[in-house]
């Protein structure tokens, strides 16, 4: 049982470029979310999952695109990445959207944009 | 704007001492806190979580304390050791979205 895994673990983008973070969880949950994580601001979500082909917008939603077409899934695409999107990413998912439950995280991504 | 504000940034600790990190909220529709640890190079994990229904939730050295008329809660740690050196985070949550708090660096000293 994998959990949440997330790829690639380290990448370096160049201004402009674009890319997309993988997520993929293997618990048959149904809630998904990405966040964002930067010294002394904690973790901060930034596009979120209640189930296969809908999603919504965390707290810091620009410049990020996401979509659901299965559970097991939830992409993030940076569309032009910028320096102020270096960042640790965390894909996380829990059982479900509308009652409170342990969310699982992966390992993360680390985001370098030069 | 900070939902969820979290002190202190850091926190220094002797080994058997106890940890006491405090986090405060704003929005009165949160209906869980979780507290989640985190090792350098790792996702969080989640380590205790209550609900405002109840005030204290003990399990083995980690307690939460919350009062719900002051929209605070707390993380104790009892008999702190070097293991527990980690990053702190409390969240709170409505509909599964979850709200964390900026963390707490805890370093505990042998």
């Given at each position: 049982n994998a959990g949440v895994t997330q790829t690639p673990k380290f990448?370096?983008?160049?201004?402009?470029?674009?890319?997309?973070l993988q997520?993929?969880?293997d618990m048959n949950h149904e809630y998904m979310s990405w966040y964002r994580q930067d010294p002394g601001m904690g973790l901060r979500l930034i596009h979120y999952s209640v189930g296969a082909g809908i999603t919504d917008q965390g707290e810091v939603p620009n410049g990020y695109n996401v979509s659901r077409s299965t559970t097991e899934d939830f992409p993030l695409r940076l569309l032009s990445a910028a320096p102020s999107q270096t960042s640790v990413y965390f894909c996380a998912s829990s059982y479900s959207g509308t009652t409170n439950t342990e969310a699982f995280f992966g390992q993360g991504t680390r985001l370098t944009v030069v | 704007q900070q939902q969820v504000k979290q002190s202190?940034?850091?926190?220094?600790?002797?080994?058997?001492?106890?940890s006491i990190i405090n986090c405060a909220y704003?929005?009165?529709?949160?209906?869980?806190?979780?507290?989640?640890?985190?090792?350098?190079?790792?996702?969080?994990?989640?380590l205790i979580a209550i609900r405002p229904d109840v005030s204290e939730k003990k399990?083995?050295?980690?307690?939460i304390s919350f009062n719900k008329s002051a929209k605070q809660f707390?993380?104790?740690?009892?008999?702190?050791?070097?293991?527990?050196?980690a990053t702190y985070f409390c969240a709170a949550s409505i509909w599964g979205k979850?709200?964390?708090?900026?963390?707490?660096?805890?370093?505990?000293?042998p």
């Open positions: 990448q370096v983008l160049k201004t402009g470029q674009s890319m997309t997520c993929a969880q | 202190p940034q850091s926190l220094i600790v002797q080994k058997g001492g106890i704003e929005n009165t529709a949160f209906d869980y806190f979780p507290w989640y640890q985190q090792f350098p190079g790792k996702g969080p994990a989640l399990e083995g050295r980690f307690t707390s993380l104790h740690i009892m008999d702190s050791q070097p293991g527990d050196s979850l709200i964390f708090g900026q963390g707490t660096e805890l370093s505990v000293k």
